[in-house]
């Protein structure tokens, strides 16, 4: 289970974008498991986000959709 992901949001496709994103949390639900994660940094110039999960997120669970919080 990787602990770290790779996340593009519809709003930043740029790196400026995506840098007013690095330090808040995101929420990935998953079934009913809540895995809670905060975005570390960038990955590339085309507003990906790398962000670092509690606990590892499963396979099947990743290229859903997470909620940007706080």
Known sequence: MP????????DANSISKAGQ????K?????GKNNFIGKIMGFHGKKGVV???FRKGVP???LGTTVELVG
């Open 3 to 10: 602990g770290w992901c790779l996340i593009q949001f519809a």
């Open 21 to 24: 994103l690095i330090g808040r």
């Open 26 to 30: 995101v929420v990935l639900k998953y």
């Open 50 to 52: 790398k962000a670092k």
């Open 59 to 61: 396979g099947q669970a």
